[in-house]
């Protein structure tokens, strides 16, 4: 019996936090329970000898596969493999595959219990956090899948040791996405700091990774559903999932976008006075401020956002940093906004 | 405003039915919100002059539809139509459109509002009833879904007018099912009356039809998500599921000869002794209770039931008529028992 780290009570589930933990231990967090896994062949190929204990599915890396097609097929390797309702499901990689784990898990014979071993910054930190889980459907993020709890998060910190650099810039927008939302000090911080120090000190970087999951739990377990405070954590992603899809933008990339069009709008419509210093921060991390995007096609895209609520899109904006607010946006004023 | 006849209360969900009630009120029913109806082709072609005022999605009719790939066209039409959150998929037809259109619902950015018209007496007392939907994979019936509750059912007996006599004698099925497991006084009603008393006479048929709703809803508040007494349901239903998918026996049949096969197991183990008078009845409603099936293909398919666990498989047993219990037996002894 492994005690987690932290666990989150939901209206119909709680969730354990190992952190830090090694992901050898994974059959005792499952309390014993038959494991499959399922990774991506980049992390299988980099993890052969780790992972050789466990039974794999494996698919293409990438968020190109992250849609129907290949959950029919991790579908059929769970039928291949006789997995039944006491089988437990983990998936082990970045937010592809914890979204897709976290679907299948869903779905799956109504429901079989998932696991999650998230194997990237952003993944650590916000993507296998709070149960929004689904794949994508053409150009449409996410646009199929659920709100469902996993049983537990394992957390190896020794899996960034193969993470690419631009993977580490990519998590980082969302630790500043965090920041800039919900925790000045964590501001500051990143502010004094840059990603080699955090790179170079585990220590430091393992409680800025708990600092960040428990600020998104905190978020989420207290808005599971999406009715209030979690929409907050969309600040950067209306535009930036929009930029994503139509250029294959790297996620942190295109939300850093997305931040700095926030920052802009709050600008003008709350008289948000901070734009220069969430430009710099970011920049620091090495992301992306400006990008020339095609604006018609861009709002096309954004009235397809499941944000969008008849003629107006909701958008995240700040009020100062660590304080953002929710805003209801006509299509025609965000148009011209932009 | 509508009134609903009866609402139900799940653990996150409160459902509205309404019986009786005509399927041009479904706006009504939706509370006003925007709605998109499903529906099979051959619904679609007999009532089109009722249905011309809505905007419905038609899919081909049957069993060999209801897969992922039905799905993923409904979700391209949903895309295609800007569906958001704020609109409610009706689905309007028997437990195939159902199904799918619970299923779709519940994954469609999310999950949106779902509303269901059955359209046969097999959705009306059983399908349409308590939040199980899915699809099929290959063989394997409902391999991937949901327990979700709808917001509102519409009961339209009109609709009954073009249901072909073998889906009457499918649906009776299911209410010899009912009356099996949870209803002694039914099933003495049942063994009275046959099919052309009922569909001669419209009170006795509603009173009917309400009795079994009420019935079936009454266990799946009790036991939303199949930890207990639902599971009674699935009377006849192991062996049944397994013919019905290997020879496409009509469902209504193959749970007959499942109930069959079942009575006389509970003869075996539980000194059941009705099995004489479950076999009489069904015959009265058009129902087949014997079928040479491969012994062997069989208890392969057995083996990838949902209800399997480990070596044993769960079974649904009478101790007597109005009486059921829940059994576990080793696969081996129910290859012997078979």
Redesign the interface.
Known sequence: MVSPTITYQF??ASVNYFLPEQLENLTALAAGKRLVLLTDENLFAAHAARLSAFDCIVVPAGEPYKN?QTV?QI??QL?VR?A???TVLVGLGGGVITDMAGYVA??????IGCGLVPSSILAMVDAAIGG?N?VD??L?K??????RQPLFLCYDLSLLSTLPQSEWVNGFAEIIKHACIKDAAMFAELQQRDLAFYQQNPAALQSLIERNMRLKNEVVVADEFEQGDRKLLNFGHTLGHAIENEYQLPHGHAISIGMVAAAKISENLLGFAATKAVEQVLAQYGLPTHFNYDKTKMMQLL??D?K???NTIHYVLLNQIGQASYQSIHIDQLEKLL
Do not use: C, P
Not at 106 to 111: D, L, N, T
Not at 142 to 147: E, H
């Open positions: 209206s119909t129907e029919a579908i059929q039928i006789e039944d309702r006491q869903g779905v799956y014979m109504r429901g929004k689904g459907v053409g449409y996410n646009m199929v899948g659920l709100i009235k397809m499941k969008r609520s008849g």
